[in-house]
């Protein structure tokens, strides 16, 4: 008889914070860096804003605050690891 082996899923890298900082950044209007942080909801929601105009007055200094706060430390990815 053999022991029964459980299959487990390996532990997903850590993301970074300088790539997620400079993904906010640059291209935070349209929420990319929400993507890369498998945050999708809020990403599709950033997205959706900046098809319109008066969105991105809304998304443009939300990804300028979620930069900061990426920056500082403050965000986690979407299973709650921190970034590195």
């Known amino acids: 008889m053999q022991p029964e082996m459980q299959a487990t899923m390996p532990a997903a890298e850590p993301k970074q914070k300088i790539i997620a900082f400079l993904l906010a950044f640059f291209l935070g209007p349209l929420g990319v860096h929400n993507f890369y942080l498998g945050k999708t909801g809020m990403g599709i929601a950033q997205l959706v ?36």
């Open 49 to 84: 804003l900046s098809i319109t105009v008066i969105g991105l007055l809304v998304s443009g200094p939300w990804a300028f605050v979620q930069a900061i706060l990426i920056i500082m430390g403050k965000t986690n990815d979407s299973d709650g690891n921190p970034l590195v």
